[in-house]
């Protein structure tokens, strides 16, 4: 492929494709050739959460504070911080005494920063054999639960297949992080069944429901994009009449890695 040259400056994508004639396509619809784009999109203002927020207590760049504190200045009503677990290995990862200290970290910034709201989550580890790298005990003191698959990408479908849908089984589960394992330029997706991936994550009784009092704190009236490369919530259970809790119906977005339990996915 031969450049034509230099792109133009431009302040936004949008103004960008005007500029070299082009019909603005939006970001979702980019591997779809001809796709009419719908009237719902998400926008950034419909944003109101992250649910997918690491910090150095993992791999990520900025302390917890830190995080909530850009957070706010954006508009947002609550981030769940997710650091990784031990068995990702390539990065710091956090056991269960790491996850009870940065949960007591995250009590006093949320009794700082209310009505602000900190989830104490976790981007828990799938192991080799289905199960789940923190012990129930742990899983089941958090709010929001990312599971997520790093080692073994080139396993065979079925193999890979059920090994995530076991995992995802698991009732402390919330979401499901970068299902197909693709990292543009870099790695080649995955040979996981999606199908099967979304039959899993509609019959589970647990579709997105991070476990806190506060349930009103995480409604909006936005409709997220049913993709795999951005978080699929729970708004698709209460658009086919399927009830989630007693307790909330929370619907969000949780971008990719903010720089970046079953039926939710975020990529990276």
């Not at 004639?21 to 719908?38: D, K, V």
Request: proline residues 5%; hydrophobic residues 35%; charged residues 25%.
């Amino acid at each position: 492929m031969e450049a034509l040259g230099p792109l133009p400056d431009a302040a936004t994508e949008a103004e960008l494709f005007d500029q070299i004639g082009l019909w603005y396509c939006p970001p979702e619809l980019r591997e779809s050739a001809g796709a009419t784009a719908p009237l719902d999109l998400v926008q950034v203002a419909d944003i109101r959460g992250d649910l997918h927020c690491h910090t150095t207590w993992s791999d990520g760049k900025d302390s917890v504070e830190s995080m909530a504190s850009t957070a706010r200045q954006r508009g947002y009503e609550y981030i769940a911080i997710c650091d990784h677990t031990p068995n990702v290995r390539v990065v710091r990862g956090l056991d269960a005494d790491a996850i009870l200290r940065q949960g007591e970290e995250i009590e006093r910034l949320n009794y700082e920063c209310a009505p602000f709201r900190i989830l104490r989550g976790v981007e828990c580890d799938v192991r080799a054999d289905g199960s789940l790298d923190l012990e129930d005990s742990v899983l089941d003191s958090l709010d929001w639960v990312q599971l997520s698959l790093h080692a073994g990408q080139r396993r065979s479908r079925d193999e890979l297949t059920r090994i995530v849908t076991e995992a995802m089984r698991h009732p402390a589960v919330c979401a499901l992080s970068h299902p197909k394992g693709r990292i543009l330029n870099y790695r080649p997706e995955n040979a996981l069944d999606l199908d099967e991936v979304y039959a899993v994550a509609t019959a589970s009784s647990t579709l997105a429901r991070p476990r806190v009092e506060c349930a009103s704190e995480f409604r909006t009236s936005c409709t997220p994009r049913e993709t795999a490369s951005r978080t699929w919530v729970a708004d698709r259970s209460r658009r086919s009449g399927r009830p989630l809790t007693s307790r909330a119906t929370p619907v969000s977005i949780a971008t990719a890695y903010t720089s970046s339990r079953s039926s939710a996915f975020s990529g990276r």
